[in-house]
């Protein structure tokens, strides 16, 4: 009899088990289908001989300065950076104006003080908020992320070989989530938390603080670009992309000529081992 409870009880336990397995399934397989992968659009430094585009560059640039850094820093990268090569081709001179336009921190001064100033070509990008806590309370508890590196955080980023087969992962991320705002689905409304925006696109939930950054005709370029919403998304991603990795056109170029030096110097070994078992008998 005793057995037989011992049975029972175990019989219970399991489906137990059993129903709660297939509920957090279930509710896993609810959230998948709530988070979409990002959109597979192309950018011109794609590939093993892809660049970037300057001027969409000096676009994206434009699109982070009036746009996102009212939010988000970029606090490993310098203003000189945007005249080295590979990178958006600002000339000496635009840099200097385009670093005099931010406020800079800086001191102390000979009372001891800290002061404001323009900022300068050697300064890093500047945070928009004096600390963490100035910026969690500017955002509703939330803490805008660091651009520095915001696209080599994404999977995909990372192997040429990858790239070809699954795209360039990080860029398609931010793109996916700047353009990627929509109407709250009716099941979604009720649990729709205060101040959350939905957002199929965003990896961390479907739930986003921050609200859609860009709208149609927001950011006007100099060269008359199209700018609707999709296409500043483009530019400021592709203009994150070269932030992450701004030495990739320089590492691309290595890359080729070290293929070239070692094929040239697998023939000449080739050669080599011709000439000399040549006479060798078999």
């Known amino acids: 009899m005793t057995g037989e409870i011992k049975t029972m009880k175990m019989l219970k336990a399991l489906r137990i088990a059993g129903v709660l397995v297939l509920v957090s399934a279930g509710a896993g397989m609810a959230q998948e289908e709530l988070q979409r992968t990002a ?64 406020t800079v921190q800086d001191g102390p001064d000979d009372s001891g003080n800290m002061y404001q100033r323009p900022g300068l070509p050697s300064d890093h990008f500047p945070s928009p908020f004096a600390n963490e806590q100035a910026a969690r309370a500017a955002n509703g508890g939330a803490l805008p992320p660091d651009f520095s590196l915001i696209t080599k955080a994404r999977a995909g980023w990372h192997g040429t070989f990858n790239q070809f087969l699954n795209g360039i992962g990080g860029p398609q991320y931010v793109y996916s989530v700047v353009t990627g705002f929509e109407q709250t689905p009716p099941d979604l409304a009720k649990e729709q938390p205060s101040g959350k925006y939905y957002n199929p696109y965003f990896a961390a939930s479907h739930w986003i603080g921050m609200p859609p950054p860009l709208s149609d005709g927001q950011v006007q370029f100099d060269d008359g670009s199209p700018n609707k919403v999709d296409d500043m998304a483009r530019d400021v991603s592709a203009f994150l992309a070269w932030a992450a990795d701004p030495k990739m056109e320089e590492r691309k170029g290595t890359g080729f000529t070290v293929m070239i030096y070692l094929a040239v110097l697998c023939v000449l070994f080739y050669l080599v081992k011709q000439k000399v078992w040549m006479k060798v008998e078999h």
């Open 39 to 102: 959109k597979g659009i192309s950018y011109s430094f794609e590939g093993a001989f892809g660049t970037f585009d300057k001027g969409q560059l000096q676009r994206g640039y434009k699109v982070y300065k009036e746009v996102c850094s009212n939010c988000h820093s970029m606090k490993l990268v310098a203003f000189r950076n945007l005249s080295e090569a590979g990178g958006p081709g600002f000339t000496d001179a635009q840099v200097k104006a385009l670093a005099a336009t931010f």
